[in-house]
């Protein structure tokens, strides 16, 4: 895989709130529900993914930026050296969590030499070395569409163990929302990690969220918006019947209750349409119509 930071558009020394944002962005744009046919943008989110699995995992991040794993997760020679593959005992060495470096409690050649505060604990119980440490959080992604995020669904991961889990995803999730599964992230000695899951939801191509309700722009023929008719509506769960009421202007909202997230609902906003093209009669009768209530629709837009 090529230079994570580069595929992301990151520096080494973004935040992960910097590195987190870049990944939404080009994931939104290469995903491939939003470039259905398009082979190559599912490659472009595969190595995306890849990218951001590494880098929003902070100690594979800092491996990879100290030279001891790859792009791809694989030990290098200096990672190897790191972990002590060069010998030192029939352990590797142990990072106490409080002194924030190696610790070395027997000298070179004892049976224990590199065996550190923490593997002493596991070993013969607490109060040996440092207080036994938790397991570190995982971060992953998942993106869901708008309507599995209006309705609720269920997103199967691969966890770093090997293990797959099904996340449960809430209806009504936001875009940018964090779920958290507790002690599905990394083993340690009092405890693992949390899986911490960040939501992304794709545009719709018609739907857009505001708040707890939906907004649809509706395009209508001149003739529903003069005259009135019943139409086809979609909404999130399913196509529902609308009537436009005879007389209806552009910009005109109509509300579906109950059919937004949770408890709000879905507005309709008309927008009339002219066919394509000239259609001669149209034109011939507004030659000569004159509305019953003459009004100008810039009315207020002249400078004063």
Do not use: C
């Amino acid at each position: 895989m090529a230079d994570p930071y580069r595929t992301l558009g990151v520096k080494p020394g973004d935040s992960d709130e910097v590195i987190r944002a870049a990944y939404r962005k080009l994931a939104k744009k290469h995903h491939p529900d939003v470039n259905q046919g398009k082979p190559e943008a599912a490659e472009r989110f595969k190595t995306i993914s890849a990218a951001y699995d590494l880098l929003s995992d902070s100690d594979k991040r800092a491996r990879f930026d100290r030279g001891e794993i790859d792009a791809d997760g694989r030990e290098t020679a200096a990672g190897r050296a790191a972990s002590g593959g060069a010998g030192g005992g029939p352990w590797k060495a142990s990072a106490s969590a409080s002194a924030g470096g190696e610790w070395r409690g027997f000298p070179r050649g004892d049976a224990f030499s590199g065996i550190g505060p923490d593997d002493l604990d596991m070993l013969f119980g607490q109060g040996f070395g440092t207080k036994p440490a938790r397991g570190g959080d995982v971060r992953y992604a998942v993106s869901v569409n708008f309507v599995e995020a209006a309705n609720g669904v269920s997103r199967r991961i691969v966890l770093s163990d090997g293990r797959e889990v099904d996340v449960t995803i809430p209806a009504g999730v936001k875009d940018g929302q964090v779920l958290r599964m507790k002690g599905q992230g990394r083993r340690g000695a009092a405890g693992a990690g949390d899986a911490v899951v960040d939501v992304q939801v794709l545009p719709h191509p018609y739907f857009r969220r505001d708040g707890d309700d939906i907004l649809l722009d509706l395009p209508i023929t001149l003739h529903e918006a003069v005259l009135g008719a019943t139409v086809e509506v979609p909404t999130v769960r399913g196509s529902v019947r609308l009537t436009i009421p005879p007389g209806s202007a552009s910009g005109s909202r109509l509300r579906l209750k109950g059919r937004g997230i949770g408890n709000g609902h879905q507005y309709v906003i008309l927008t009339p349409v002219l066919p394509p093209g000239v259609e001669p009669a149209l034109a011939d009768f507004l030659r000569t119509w004159q509305p019953s209530r003459p009004f100008n629709p810039r009315a207020g837009m002249a400078e004063e």
